[in-house]
């Protein structure tokens, strides 16, 4: 019996680690095949390729970035043979199976939650001419096979996924995890065994996908040491809870090199109805402590996430969420926008609050009773705007020099947001060189101007490093005579050179008369960078 196991990735750096799972525990019994897809390949490509395999029963992983790609493909499978079985399984079906079997006639199973036990019970069931329509089995994770060597073969560069435990001891109401009650962890030394195989590749970055990796604070910690201790050049990604970090935490997350570590942390709001709404409880004041005491660790980039649309959060309240989060300056703020999953405490309660959603996925909020249509589609463009200007890390001189020009941050992205609405900003995808071009062009008539121009310039040069020319003019036609005279005075310290020439091959010059580093007026600022 040959099984195909299927899923389309979001991105093509993605690696599914679902499947190495499930083909381990079912290689024993078939002939088991894995096929990880993008959403960005042709399905007619995908169709024929899996056509190809000649399989007796597809599996597809079924995620809301690609079931609607899945359907399609599905369908025109069961077009060209309706003697293969298919079964679908992932978090996208497994909380209204029998809805998903009545829509798609052409999907023969359904496995529920987790599907290592469920995926072999439904081989052995076809084979004995019983299968079910629905499986659901529970899983020992003492019995799930390792899957470091199934990574390592199958690596190309790409970010690796991987997990040291399953489900989340919090229930937050719009979360898929709120469904499991219980949290399993993965045996200690399997899985530092797993990693150290990975670190010994030289993997480029580990994102571990624990819904909170720093559960189990002690076990945590073990873990982060362990990663320290072995690594060469790989980067690590986790999921925390800012409220479990502690002062042992802190003092071990001192000596961690600079960027190795991210820290992904859900804050989602910080107002007090809407947190106890979604089952998170009030704890802003304590995660704002701490969050000010990681950054100014300066050493573990800090990506935080906000929540539009969830219960009791107007306009007024996002604003102020968005300030608090944003005046302790994470490295990223995620705005995202509440999707209603089925399945979560949220969806159940969507007439009580008026929901409004997509039909389609992701199942995005369109409208509630705390905040209207109109004011969804602004931070919609909001949201873009501050993509591009503030996590990207483009401009981050000239952020730095206008949030001095504002009341709030908020209001400063707004006005900009305004300003690129009104100059037609969404109607096309705009390069970045045309940004820094709109940005600078909105403050041209501001009394700081020629400082504005300078620090965009500034960004300009550190984001092309150095290679377009886009820069504040004051020195133009002097330019040579200037650099000259500063390579000759600083070639031995800073360049260690013998000539200017050599220099000049190295570096990229720049001529300000604004000192962004010490933020005041000088005469002749001269900034460099490599090549």
């Not at 290592?116 to 079910?132: A, C, G, H, Q, V």
């Not at 499991?180 to 580990?206: A, G, R």
């Not at 859900?266 to 979604?278: E, M, R």
Request: aromatic share 14%; charged share 25%; with cysteine.
């Amino acid at each position: 019996m040959k099984v195909l196991l299927v899923t389309l990735n979001s991105k093509y750096s993605h690696i599914n680690i679902a499947l190495y799972y499930l083909k381990n525990c079912i290689k024993d019994i078939c002939d088991v095949t894995i096929k990880n897809y993008t959403i960005n390949d042709s399905l007619d490509n995908l169709l024929e390729d899996i056509m190809k395999q000649n399989a007796d029963l597809i599996c597809f992983g079924c995620y809301i970035w690609n079931i609607e790609q899945t359907v399609k493909l599905a369908k025109n499978i069961n077009t060209l043979n309706k003697n293969i079985t298919i079964a679908f399984g992932g978090p996208e079906v497994s909380y209204n199976p029998h809805e998903v079997l009545k829509k798609y006639t052409f999907v023969s199973s359904i496995m529920c939650g987790e599907g290592e036990i469920s995926i072999k019970n439904l081989i052995i069931d076809i084979k004995n001419n019983n299968l079910k329509s629905i499986y659901s089995e529970p899983v020992n994770i003492s019995n799930i096979p390792q899957i470091a060597d199934d990574i390592i073969s199958n690596y190309d560069n790409r970010v690796v996924y991987f997990e040291t435990s399953r489900g989340c001891p919090y229930r937050c109401s719009y979360c898929l995890s709120c469904i499991d009650k219980n949290i399993k962890y993965f045996d200690l030394d399997s899985s530092i065994i797993q990693l150290k195989k990975l670190l010994d590749k030289n993997v480029k970055q580990i994102r571990f996908i624990d819904r909170t990796f720093n559960s189990d604070r002690k076990r945590a910690l073990k873990l982060w040491k362990f990663l320290i201790e072995n690594r060469k050049d790989t980067t690590f990604h986790f999921e925390i809870c800012i409220n479990l970090i502690n002062d042992e935490s802190i003092d071990f997350l001192k000596t961690v090199p600079k960027n190795v570590f991210q820290f992904e942390i859900g804050v989602q709001s910080t107002n007090k109805d809407t947190l106890l709404a979604i089952n998170r409880g009030y704890k802003w004041e304590n995660e704002k402590k701490l969050l000010k005491k990681l950054r100014s660790l300066d050493n573990i980039k800090l990506h935080t996430d906000l929540i539009i649309g969830l219960p009791y959060e107007t306009l007024e309240i996002f604003k102020t969420s968005f300030n608090e989060l944003y005046s302790i300056h994470p490295h990223e703020i995620q705005v995202g926008f509440l999707k209603l999953l089925k399945g979560t405490d949220i969806y159940d309660k969507k007439d009580e609050f008026e929901y409004k959603f997509t039909n389609e996925p992701p199942y995005e909020i369109l409208e509630n009773k705390f905040i209207s249509y109109d004011q969804v589609r602004f931070l919609k463009k909001f949201e873009e705007v501050f993509e591009i200007l503030c996590n990207s890390g483009y401009f981050k001189t000239t952020l730095s020099f206008l949030e001095n020009k504002y009341s709030n941050y908020y209001t400063m992205y707004e006005n900009i947001t305004d300003y690129f609405i009104k100059n037609n900003y969404f109607s096309r995808k705009f390069s970045i060189e045309e940004t820094f071009l709109l940005l600078n062009n909105m403050y041209k008539e501001d009394i700081d101007f020629s400082v504005i121009n300078q620090a965009l310039t500034y960004d300009y040069f550190l984001k092309f490093n150095g290679h377009r020319n886009w820069h504040y003019k004051s020195y133009e036609n002097d330019t040579k005579s200037i650099l000259n005279e500063f390579i000759e005075k600083n070639r031995q310290v800073l360049f260690n050179s013998k000539r200017n020439s050599d220099v000049y091959k190295k570096y990229k010059f720049l001529i300000l008369d604004y000192d962004f580093i010490n933020k005041n007026k000088e005469d002749k600022k001269i900034y460099y960078i490599e090549k």
